[in-house]
């Protein structure tokens, strides 16, 4: 079936990687900061105070650089489904595409466009008119975040679709299946409000600077505190919808949570443990050095006291039907689309929802042809397939954990600053403001590991059940995908060290340079007299 | 006719309007950015070309990002198949197209000269390489690009990128992308900015259109000498899928014929050498907000002529010619197209209003005093 170079696959897959990680170290922060500028914004529109709109001008700027860098790598994901993914971009264009269209058409044009005004037109616009402005930049920029999820769900669940034999593509027959894909929605709004964890983070650990150095101290403890209130209620609203998406996962994607948790047997609620550490061993299908705690696991993933996990080693068996019915499937349909017989397709048809796992086992097939296996391989072939089902357990168990236990100082961070904050105790607990400027990478970090967990995790397949990953790249040589990835490498470095360079500067500079202070702090004034 | 065709004409139609949209508005913004080492000679002079395009180049942008968008969700297969067959160039192409969101950002937030004058260097290369491609790309599908696929829709490419990227005609058609997108920079320019950068910029506008006319024409020729693609058979309405169903043959001045059928087509290309030199004409007598909308007369025309050329064909194959990439083989499904239809109809509209009233409220020149004062301004 002329497979693609294993090694073009993996570089292809490392390339997507590397660029989807580098851009989503900007995104989390635009989500966020774009609703923080709204809040300090709106704040300012109220009252009047000249300290909520340079705290709009100053996080704006901060803002701008972060949002540049996000625009200039998003260009890159729209392109590289089609330059590194076409059997995929083919396959499945009409479920991916879709929402990525509409992405452009109902979020992206209209946080682009309005983007300009917010930087621009602070001396054109009427105090509201301006505001509206910020709140159609934030709206516009979360809205882009749900269709691409929307689009990202459809591969982890593809809700509205099915295969079509005549044009050798998913088709999507439900809008509103593909919308309202349940892992969308918990997905949506758990990533979004990540961002929002994240921007926090960013405001309250740069305002912790401030107040570590005394400077800018009004601005920058009402920066604070807005940070910390803002960031408490996100982290809360992420770890709830982390649940939710545990929970789904459970229902539809089992190998997935099942590498997440590393439960390589079937749990014996209710006290099957928790596991905190281990070791996974992929080429073993076993962990050593496991330390749990008891009676969480099935609680946990199930909301319920009694209903068991399935293991990674029971999944395995359990797909072992699935690959010979894929094969069956697999060779029907390429004899349907030589001869044209309708009994053909009526064998196709009756083993079509397992045609993903035929797939997966031509990797294993003599000639890499399914429909080329004799009787007698069949069972060695299924055997060889049977692990392929399941994702590298080593990365997806330690990306979820340490995304989990992110989370979790987070929650007891920001719960502190608005404690601190709310009773003005900021300035008497140096140490503590050190963490929070010290912990500003956390959130983008944490949300990195939650991408790995979810599409480490999805592995083998692009189209979860469908299509797997080592079908779905283009057919490449290896010499373009290291012109490619060396590109990347050395526009990417360079692109981060000027933002970095750019973000010390400015976050060192401070606000001062947006116009005097209405009231008068006298630490304050002491630092705009030097 | 069957509803399905007709989606996918509409579809093909918009594809067309999107293609327009990128060239005059992308091409607007990557022609100041040619331009701007040119029509600026002091800091403050290059700032002031910057700011007039400032707080519209991020939405412009959204064209092409739609652009793409549109594509995959209308035409997977031709995405699929064009961004890898065309991989090396898409790569240079996103490479220079990147390097300019962080231009326009990071130019004035530091005082060196150095810095200043690379990121400068950096708008040149990221205005005229993407028009460049972009131009390229329309001369290697006139030609032809080498593909195939195997029964599970998986493309092959035969032969080399280096084919297509260093071919006579390519290149023409590559200068005169970048050729309308200087013109159409220089209009903007013009419009919005005082002298001594508006009599620049009319100077390098006025060349560039005549550049335009004379390259379209050069073009026109030689494509009777060119192999074009015939539809010998195929049904318009077939399931979409380009391993079979159709018969294409390879004929010298082939992209002539449907010119030959219609000859009402002819008013396509007639627009575009008209709309150039009227362009011209009116840039000339400083009368630049016409020239601008004799821009989008030049990208209407050129863009038509080449797909009223080409229809139905989208990228025709050389090396296996019935499994070239029409309308009617390569869009999404009949339910899919209807629901990005009704999705379009419902925000392009909304998209038009709210893009005029932002030009509308930074309407005015940009002058160069101003923007040295003001430290947001790029």
Known sequence: ?530 | MDVYVVLKLIWAGLLCVLLIGLGLMVGMDMGVGTLLRFVGRTDGERRTALNIIGPHWDGNQVWFILGGGAIFAAFPTLYATSFSVFYVVMILLLFSMILRPVAFEYRSKVEARLWRASWDWVFLISGFLPMFVYGAAFGNILQGVGYHFNWTGQYFQDGSFLAYLLNPFAILCGLMAVCLSVMQGGIMLMIRSENPIHDRARFYAIRAGIAAVVLFLVGGVWIRSISGFVLEQGDPGMAANPMQGQHVSMQVGGWLHNYAAHPILWLVPVLGVFSMLAGVALVRANRSHMAWWMGLGSWVGTIGTVAAAMFPFFMPSTTRPDQSLTIWNSSASQYGLACMLAVALIFVPIILCYTSWCYYVMRGKVRTADIIKDTHSY
Not at chain 1, 215 to 223: E, L, V, Y
């Open chain 1, 1 to 530: 079936m002329d497979l693609i170079n294993p090694t073009v696959v993996d570089l292809s897959r490392f390339q997507f990687a590397l660029t989807a990680l580098y851009h989503f170290m900007f995104v989390p922060l635009t989500l966020g900061l774009t609703f923080m500028l709204a809040a300090m914004e709106t704040v300012y529109v109220v009252t009047g105070k000249q300290v909520y709109k340079d705290m709009t001008l100053f996080w704006g700027k901060l803002f701008g650089i972060n949002f540049a860098l996000g625009v200039a790598t998003g260009l890159t994901m729209e392109f590289e489904f089609g330059t590194n993914w076409s059997m995929y971009s083919r396959f499945f264009g009409d479920m991916f595409g879709t929402p990525l269209a509409i992405e452009g058409l109902m979020a992206f044009f209209m946080e682009s466009t309005f983007i300009g005004l917010m930087f621009f037109g602070w001396d054109r616009l009427s105090k509201p008119g301006h505001l509206a402005v910020t709140y159609l930049v934030a709206l516009g920029s979360n809205l882009s975040a749900l269709w691409i999820l929307v689009a990202n769900a459809s591969m982890n669940m593809p809700n509205g679709a099915h295969f079509d034999p005549e044009t050798l593509r998913m088709t999507f027959d439900s809008f509103v299946g593909v919308v309202f894909n349940p892992d969308a929605q918990a997905k949506f709004v758990h990533t979004s409000v990540a961002g929002y964890v994240a921007a926090s983070l960013f405001v309250m650990g740069i305002s912790a600077f401030y107040l570590l150095r005394k400077q800018h101290r009004d601005f920058a403890a009402r920066s604070f505190r807005m940070a910390a209130l803002f960031g408490i209620f996100s982290t809360v609203a992420v770890i709830t919808l982390g649940d939710v998406l545990g929970r789904l996962d459970y229902e539809h994607q089992p190998t997935k949570i099942a590498a997440m948790e590393g439960l390589w047997h079937t749990s014996k609620p209710p006290y099957e443990p928790w596991i905190i550490a281990a070791l996974p061993n992929d080429a073993k299908q076993e962990s050593s050095f496991e330390i749990g705690v008891p009676f969480v696991l099935t609680p946990l993933i199930t909301h319920s006291f009694s209903m068991p996990i399935t293991g990674m080693i029971e999944l395995e068996d359990a797909a072992a039907p699935r690959i010979a019915s894929g094969i069956t499937a697999v060779s029907a349909l390429r004899r349907y689309e030589e001869n044209h017989q309708a009994a053909d397709l009526e064998e196709f048809r009756a083993h079509q929802d397992d045609m993903g796992y035929g797939l997966l086992a031509s990797r294993h097939a003599p000639g890499q042809d399914v429909t080329a296996i004799a009787p007698e391989q069949l069972q060695s072939v299924i055997e060889q397939t049977k692990p392929d089902i399941l994702p590298n357990v080593f990365v997806t168990f330690w990306s979820f954990r340490l995304m989990v236990f992110l989370g979790v100082f987070f929650f007891v961070l920001f719960a502190m600053a608005s404690y601190l904050s709310l009773k003005n105790q900021l300035e008497r607990n140096p140490l503590f403001l050190k963490l929070c400027m010290w912990s500003i990478p956390l959130p983008v970090l944490a949300t990195e590991f939650g991408w790995i967990t979810a599409e480490a995790g999805r592995q083998p397949w692009t189209v979860f059940d469908r299509l797997p990953t080592f079908m779905s790249a283009s057919t490449h040589s290896v010499s373009y995908m290291l012109f490619s990835l060396a590109g990347f490498t050395v526009l990417y470095s360079i692109f981060i060290a000027v933002e970095l360079y750019l973000m010390f500067k400015f976050a060192r500079l401070g606000p001062e340079a947006h116009g005097p202070h209405e009231d008068a702090d006298p630490a304050h004034l002491s630092v705009v007299a030097h």
